[in-house]
């Protein structure tokens, strides 16, 4: 009879199992759907793609290495070899451009995500808690939000110093209170709806009710502002490696290639010209999806269109 009563149990939960995962399936194509008809989302996402396959192909993609030196062709016109020319010490600005975009995946991808994977949490349990947790948290956001962030960004790339861990791990330190009060105010509307207290009756646990039934319903505009951070994160990326405080030469960053291109702006103005077109056209591509993912997941703007 016991053997009965396990047999049935993992019957049942993989019966639920299954129909939540067809459901999350179900919702990712109806989003998918969503943005392919959204001509800001497929430009968006075109953009972004072929930005990612830059950046995990680059070995495959660029023609030479990204600090492959030519003195002799240095300044170079774009050619039939050197399809956008060459820098100051002759080395191929579309490869380090292609290069260049592993910086900045890398920076805004990870910075973005630890900022999620810290705010979310932090956001949701003290809403739902409540009480002395509640106050304890929104003191640490608001002491942190009570810097303006772009001097906050300096100081602590100043103290620290350039490197790619170090521009991760402060921009992931400004930034992951917005998505905690974001989670908290979804929190707040959400812990009181019945799903909830029914799962509160049948004696679930917090930790359950809080990634269970709470986390997945308060994940939409968490899911949009991430969207949106990344072209925040790949412009800091950039000016912090302009400024001399991120990346260091020789390495392939869209802000070193405008610091030199700066430099040689009367000389070589196509040095500055290609970055600048590759960083605004980066970062328009995360807005406008970021702009279509929203609209595929408010279902009040959704349903027009469908």
Known sequence: MTQEKVLSELS???DSF??????????????IRVISREPRGLIGASIIGIIL?????????????????????????PTSQHLLGTDYVGRDILSRLIYGARAAAIVSICSVGIAVIVGVPLGAVAAYNGGAVDYIVILIFDVIRSFPSVIMILVLAAIFGPSLLNIILILSFTS??????????????????ECIMAAKSLGATTGRILLSHITPNILSPIIVLAGMDLAVMIMWESALSFLGLGLQPPAASWGIM??????????APLMIIWPAIVL???????????EALRVALNPREREPNE
């Open 12 to 14: 049942h939960r993989w």
């Open 18 to 31: 299954r129909r939540k995962s067809q459901q999350r399936v179900k919702k990712i194509a109806q989003i």
């Open 53 to 77: 396959a830059c950046a995990i192909f680059a070995p495959l993609i660029a023609p030479f290495d990204p600090n492959e030196q030519d003195i002799a062709n240095r300044f170079s016109a």
């Open 176 to 193: 992951f209170p917005a998505y905690g009060r974001v989670a908290r105010a979804q929190t707040l509307g959400v812990k009181e709806e």
């Open 258 to 267: 405008l610091k030199q291109g700066y430099t040689y702006i009367e000389t």
């Open 280 to 290: 605004i056209t980066t970062m328009l591509g995360c807005s406008l999806f970021a």
